[in-house]
């Protein structure tokens, strides 16, 4: 066989959380350009972006069903799978991706309510979908899991994240874990870390005209005088490139590619591992 077709999902369905945008959809297009038909699951469909991620599909030759979750609802989540077995009689992939990053204050700070909204969403959220979804992967004995973890689940680098941090170290022991259950199954379960990527959940890092951005320029004129950068650009490359040796922030796209490769055969002796994609910021 030709190495290239090992990437292939043709007639292969994968379900995908937190699906709409981001990361989410940049996965959800790289596993139907591949062959995949798509189950689509969000929390909200802000603008039409269900409609128009399925005519996406529909003009690749993709199926895509949408269907909205809370993934921090067991009743939810099950009913989101039971509708995508419904239609396509089965679920080859699984990607969890459906989550939330919140600034949070201190632990000492921090309110029960706000914790628990973090760790419902990013670690309960993938632990019910992997128990819903599983039954199924197990009755066919196939199957590929892949949990969207961070490099903050493998170190801090960021201030008042503990939350956050807490909740996707935990996807990687989870991750783990699952590996040796699933195993004897033939279902492989991996996960993703990636670092900083240009979405919408991270436009201060990157738009200049967010405020965060302006404050990150004004820092930067107030240590740098006249010999601070003046176009955003600048600016943006100068500072990711004291953090990242690639000197960039991801693209979304650059995430999908890890999640096609997890996902098909070409990774099929590839379990419990954590695929980080972060340009080298963690070295």
């Not at 399925?54 to 067991?74: F, H, M, P, Q």
């Not at 632990?127 to 689940?153: F, P």
């Not at 807490?166 to 870390?193: C, E, F, H, P, Q």
Request: charged content about 25%; hydrophobic content about 45%.
């Amino acid at each position: 066989m030709n190495i290239l077709d090992s990437f292939s999902l043709k007639n292969r369905v994968a379900l995908v959380t937190g699906g709409r945008r981001g990361i989410g959809k940049a996965i959800v297009l790289a596993l139907a350009q591949a062959g995949a038909d798509i189950a689509l699951c969000d929390n909200m469909d802000e603008n039409g972006e269900f409609e128009k991620l399925t005519a996406d599909l529909k003009e690749i030759g993709r199926r895509c069903l949408t269907i909205k979750t809370d993934v921090a609802r067991s009743e939810q989540v099950q009913e989101m799978v039971k509708k995508t077995l419904l239609v396509y009689g089965k679920i080859d992939i699984l990607v969890n991706n459906a989550g939330i990053s919140p600034g949070t204050p201190p632990i000492p700070e921090l309110k029960e309510a706000d914790w628990d909204a973090v760790i419902d969403i990013n670690l309960k959220g993938t632990y019910l979908c992997i128990r819903e979804v599983s039954q199924s992967m197990i009755a066919r004995k196939s199957g590929s899991i892949i949990n969207i973890s961070s490099v903050e689940g493998l170190g801090t680098v960021r201030k008042s994240s503990s939350p956050y941090g807490a909740s996707k170290s935990g996807i990687v022991m989870l991750t783990r874990g699952l590996a040796w259950d699933l195993g004897k199954y033939n279902i492989r379960v991996n996960a993703i870390a990636p670092g900083a990527i240009k979405t919408e959940m991270t436009r201060g890092m990157w738009d200049a005209e967010s405020e965060s951005f302006k404050n990150m320029l004004a820092g930067m004129k107030a240590v740098q005088g006249a010999a601070a950068p003046k176009d955003a650009a600048t600016v943006s490359r100068q500072y990711w490139a004291r953090i990242v040796p690639l000197e960039r922030m991801a693209e979304p796209s650059d995430i999908a590619s890890g999640a096609l490769y997890l996902a098909s055969d070409a990774a099929a002796y590839v379990t419990g591992h954590t695929l980080v994609i972060d340009g080298g910021m963690l070295a």
